[in-house]
Structures are given as structure tokens and as C-alpha cells.
Nanobody, 125 residues
Framework: QVQLVESGGGLVQTGGSLRLSCAAS????????VGWFRQAPGKEREFVAA????????WYERSVKGRFIISRDNTKNTVSLQMNSLKPEDTAIYYC??????????????????WGQGTQVTVSS
């Protein structure tokens, strides 16, 4: 069974940066893609970014494209989300999710197989 654990959240000022990590653990790890989602109070879950485990493809929500960078380190079974030029609107709980099989990664209705517990990101103005 695969378990995902997020880390790296915290409090930063507008314009600052944070780097989130999603570590996969378990005796067997297999994934087609890993995605990042976020949810702010009173709002629906929103797709942020995703990457195929091969690293051949990436997807970004338009609101973060150019500011966020997703990457993976297959030697450490880790996916990272580098977040730059942060805005108060980025404040949310960030979750990573993994899919064992092909999936529409950018689709907020996509059925991911694994979910982490989330990490809080707060951007002050």
C-alpha cells in the first residue's frame, strides 16, 4: 500500500517562496502521475499542477503557471512543488495525490488512488 506525506508548508509574506514535497512510501510504489491540489475555506478543491512519473509531461492551472514549478526525483520517490511569487490567494491546504493508471490529471473530478493529509500554506499581505 502506498502512502503519501506532504511537507514544507508554512507562513510566508506576499512575494515569498515555499517548496512543498510529497514523499511516497510503501513496499511497492507504482504511479502514472502525481498531482497537487489545494482547497481554501469556502472554496471547492482546485487543481494546481501535475507531473507524470516519467517526467515527460507536466500540467499547470493557469493561475499558477509561470510561478509554480513541479518536479520529481524518482531516486527518492518524491514530487516537489516550488512556489514562487506567492499571493494571498494561494493560501490553502495543499494535497498531493497519486494515480496508478492513466488519468486526466488536470481534471478536478479525476479519480486519484492515493491522497496525502495536506499541508497548510498561508500567504500574508
Amino acid at each position: 500500500q502506498v502512502q503519501l506525506v506532504e511537507s514544507g508548508g508554512g507562513l510566508v509574506q506576499t512575494g515569498g517562496s515555499l517548496r512543498l514535497s510529497c514523499a511516497a512510501s510503501g513496499r511497492t510504489f507504482s504511479a502514472y502521475a502525481v498531482g497537487w491540489f489545494r482547497q481554501a475555506p469556502g472554496k471547492e478543491r482546485e487543481f494546481v499542477a501535475a507531473i507524470t512519473w516519467s517526467g515527460s509531461s507536466t500540467w499547470y492551472e493557469r493561475s499558477v503557471k509561470g510561478r509554480f514549478i513541479i518536479s520529481r526525483d524518482n531516486t527518492k520517490n518524491t514530487v516537489s512543488l516550488q512556489m514562487n511569487s506567492l499571493k494571498p490567494e494561494d493560501t490553502a491546504i495543499y494535497y498531493c495525490a497519486g494515480s496508478r493508471t492513466y488519468i486526466r490529471t488536470w481534471d478536478p473530478k479525476a479519480r486519484y488512488d492515493y491522497w496525502g493529509q495536506g499541508t497548510q500554506v498561508t500567504v500574508s499581505s
